[in-house]
C-alpha cells in the first residue's frame, strides 16, 4: 500500500492574476511546515516583508500569493517567491522522510495500524515500550505482521522477556549496560562510559534532546533587547490585555572566532517582536530574556531569502513579528503560539525552573 498522500508539488499552469505572485503547494507540504518548523516561514517574513497569504484552494492544494509591502526593494517579490519555492521543495523532503521513518518504526513498534499515538511518538523520536496487538493485526505494507496464529505464537514466546532486555540495553552502544547512570531530570539510563562520551559532545540526553547544562549560542554580543507595554494595542485573541513589545537591536560588528567568517563584518539589524501583556505572555518573556542572555536568538550566517552571507538572521525561536493575520503572516490570533514557542525554548534548554 502505498504513502496515502501525495508529496509532488502541484504544476498548476495557472491560477489567476499576476502569476509571478502566486506559489501553489499540497495542502499537506503546507500544513507541515506551518507546524513543525514556522521559525523558517517568520525567517522569510523577516528578511523579505513580503507577506504570504492563501488566495485559494481545492481539496489537495492551496494557491499561495505574495504580498510585498509598500517600501520594500524592486527585487524583494523576486527573491520571497524563490526563496518560499525552495523553502516547500526542503519541506517536502522533509515530510517524505518522516512518512517513511514513521512507517518503518510503525512496522516494528505497533501491532495495530489504528494507534492514534503512533505520529507523535515518532516526531519525538522515543519508542513504544506499552503492550503490543495480540490480534495479528499489521500495518500496511510491514510484512511478517498479520502472519499465521502458529508464527505469531513464536513470536510471542521469543517476547516472554524482552521488556526486561530493553531495561538493560543502553541505547548508545546497544550493549548491556555497564556501570548504570541515570539522568537526573528525564530518568533516561546509560552505561556510565557512553554517557559520558555522549555529554562530552553535546550537554543533552541522546534519547530525548533534554538539556544538561547551559547552551550558549554565537550570537553577536554588542546587541540589545528592549522592552515596552502599550495597554491601548491589543492582540486578537487577547484583547483583555496590553501588549508587550520586544526590540532587537544590532550595530554593525566584525565576526568573532565563533562565527563561520571570523574577521569579516557584519551590518547591524532591528527586529520587532509582539506578545500579549497575560500572565503566560510575560512567562514567554521571561524565556525570551534567557534565551537572548545565552545568545540564543539570532546567529550569523547566509539569509535563507537573498543568499546573502554574513548577516545576522533568527536562530529558530519563533517569535510574532506581527500583531494581526494570524500565523501565516506571523501575527494574531494563534491560540497555541504561546504553548508552541515554550516548547521550542524547551528544545533548547530553556524553562522556568
Not at 517567491?81 to 512507517?103: D, F, M, N, V
Not at 555522549?198 to 533534554?210: D, E, F, S, Y
Request: charged share 25%; aromatic share 8%; glycine share 10%.
Amino acid at each position: 500500500m502505498g504513502s496515502p498522500v501525495s508529496f509532488v508539488l502541484s504544476r498548476m499552469a495557472a491560477c489567476g492574476g499576476n502569476i509571478k505572485n502566486k506559489v501553489t503547494v499540497n495542502k499537506t507540504v503546507w500544513d507541515f511546515l506551518n507546524k513543525e518548523t514556522p521559525s523558517k516561514l517568520t525567517r522569510l517574513w523577516e528578511e523579505n516583508r513580503v507577506r504570504i497569504l492563501i488566495d485559494g484552494e481545492t481539496s489537495e492544494i492551496y494557491v499561495l500569493r505574495l504580498s510585498p509591502e509598500s517600501h520594500v526593494p524592486a527585487n524583494a517579490l523576486y527573491l520571497a517567491r524563490k526563496a518560499l519555492k525552495s523553502l516547500l521543495k526542503e519541506t517536502e523532503k522533509e515530510l517524505k522522510k518522516s512518512y517513511k521513518q514513521h512507517q518503518l518504526s510503525g512496522c516494528m513498534a505497533y501491532g495495530d495500524k489504528n494507534n492514534e499515538h503512533a505520529t507523535e511518538l515518532h516526531i519525538r523520536g522515543t519508542y513504544s515500550r506499552g503492550t503490543q496487538s495480540s490480534g495479528g493485526k499489521g500495518l500496511p505494507g510491514c510484512a511478517g505482521m498479520g502472519a499465521s496464529s502458529s508464527h505469531s505464537s513464536s513470536r510471542d514466546h521469543r517476547r516472554e522477556d524482552p521488556e526486561d532486555d530493553r531495561e538493560n540495553q543502553c541505547p548508545i552502544c546497544l550493549g548491556e549496560i555497564q556501570n548504570i547512570k541515570t539522568l537526573e531530570k528525564c530518568q533516561h539510563s546509560f552505561c556510565e562510559d557512553c554517557i559520558t562520551r555522549a555529554l562530552q559532545v553535546k550537554k543533552a540526553c541522546p534519547m530525548c534532546g533534554r538539556f544538561y547544562g547551559q547552551l550558549v549560542g554565537n550570537q553577536p554580543e554588542n546587541g540589545r533587547m528592549l522592552v515596552s507595554k502599550d495597554s491601548g494595542l491589543l492582540l486578537p485573541g487577547y484583547e483583555k490585555y496590553g501588549t508587550i513589545i520586544i526590540q532587537y537591536v544590532f550595530p554593525p560588528g566584525i565576526q568573532g572566532s565563533e562565527h563561520p567568517n571570523p574577521g569579516v563584518r557584519y551590518p547591524g539589524t532591528t527586529r520587532v517582536a509582539y506578545l500579549p501583556d497575560c500572565p503566560e505572555g510575560n512567562k514567554v518573556l521571561t524565556l525570551f530574556k534567557k534565551a537572548f542572555d545565552q545568545r540564543l536568538t539570532f546567529t550569523i550566517g547566509t539569509s535563507m531569502t537573498t543568499g546573502r552571507p554574513n548577516v545576522i538572521t533568527w536562530n529558530d525561536i519563533h517569535h510574532k513579528t506581527n500583531c494581526t493575520g494570524g500565523p501565516q503572516l506571523f501575527g494574531y490570533p494563534d491560540p497555541t503560539y504561546l504553548l508552541r514557542v515554550q516548547e521550542e525554548l524547551r528544545a533548547k534548554g530553556i524553562t522556568a525552573d
